[in-house]
């Protein structure tokens, strides 16, 4: 019996103390009672009975307020702890009683967020460790080439002149390869950290182009390919950073002319209504269809054999997507197997 009763008064106790935020309009209320009671029943011998009945119903109602907002506290605070220890796959799991409906759709939105927050977590970690695993491998081929060369030359080979200047002009290339990694890598953390500043004025496109293919010219004939320009207007200024659209323009150019055993590699300029149109198409062995979605990532090589054979870091093609977009444009890729591909964007006129 002492026991029911000191569980009672502590529910009662605890519901009271869940209602004491109410405690300011309850005491309103109390004393518009009150001034009622006592005007209109100042001389009434029930007076006192009145009072301490309409207290009696004030703290009846701060019980089941308290109780009820207790209960309420309870059922949210459940939902909290489920969508902490991961209990819910789907925010359609998660419901609450018809009183904190509104409230529902809140915590809904908050799961969906903090769903979509851990997922993209997770992605970044994948990427970033399969970022960590291609620059090191990216690093380790041209430096253990380096060390066996040199190794190779201090152990001998040196004073053998049918193999030190040719070890000598490997370890060199090798030497190259490594500063091109270093410096493309550099370019990416500064782009995807935001550091990258952009030089955005208008300037003539004709000239500019001009110049690389002259540039580039020597390039293409090593491998008996036409480097050609052609624009529609020659007096056509565009939007752009030209220092970073020269490094676009240079990668795109040197990979048509890199992938391309015969024909040409054509530069045209196609003026529109609000842009300038920049294509770069060759006449090269091309890019299968299940590739071209994917041949901006990162250190992604379609053939790995012959891209190692040509060079390049793996990291111009995401340079170059980050530069255009940057330019708030996208590169748009065409290709056909054995017939070549066309590279290209749009700057603002």
């Known amino acids: 019996m002492l026991d029911t009763g000191l569980k009672v008064w502590n529910e009662l106790k605890i519901n009271l103390s869940s209602a004491r935020i109410y405690l300011p309009e309850f005491l309103g209320v109390f004393l518009v009672f009150i001034l009622s009671v006592f005007i209109f029943f100042f001389n009434n011998s029930s007076f006192y009975s009145i009072i301490a009945f309409i207290t ?47 409230l529902q759709e809140t915590i809904k939105m908050m799961f969906e967020k903090s769903k979509s927050d851990i997922e993209y977590l997770k992605r970044l970690e994948k990427i970033r460790t399969e ?52 410096n493309d890598l550099i370019d990416i953390s500064m782009i995807e950290s935001g550091e990258m500043r952009m030089n955005f004025r208008y300037f003539e496109i004709d000239p500019f182009l001009k110049t690389l293919v002259n540039e580039l010219t020597p390039l293409a004939q090593e491998k008996n390919i036409s480097l050609i320009y052609k624009s529609n207007n020659e007096r056509l200024q565009l939007f752009g950073d030209k220092s970073k659209l020269r490094q676009v323009m240079v990668n795109l150019i040197q990979n048509a002319i890199k992938y391309s055993e015969q024909g040409e590699v054509s530069i045209v300029v196609e003026e529109e209504p609000k842009f300038g149109k920049i294509i770069v198409k060759d006449t090269g062995i091309g890019i299968p269809q299940e590739d071209v979605g994917r041949i901006f990532e990162r250190f992604y090589r379609v053939d790995k054999a012959r891209s190692r054979e040509v060079g390049g870091t793996g990291l111009g093609l995401a340079i170059v997507k980050h530069i255009v977009e940057a330019h708030g444009s996208k590169i748009e890729v065409k290709s056909s197997l054995g017939k070549g591909s066309e590279f290209s964007f749009k700057l603002k006129k």
Do not use: C, W
């Not at 009820?68 to 419901?95: A, C, F, G, P, Q």
């Open 56 to 102: 009696i119903i004030e703290l009846a109602f701060m019980y089941f307020v308290g109780r009820k907002r207790r209960n309420e506290l309870y059922e949210i605070n459940e939902i909290i702890n489920n969508i902490r220890k991961n209990v819910y796959s789907s925010s359609e799991e998660i419901v609450l009683s018809k009183n904190l409906s509104g």
């Open 131 to 182: 970022f960590l695993g291609n620059v090191s491998h990216e690093l380790r081929t041209p430096i253990f080439a380096i060390q066996g060369y040199i190794e190779t030359l201090l152990n001998g080979a040196l004073n053998d002149e049918n193999v030190n200047k040719n070890f000598l002009e490997k370890a060199n290339h090798h030497t190259n390869n490594l500063n091109n990694l270093l």
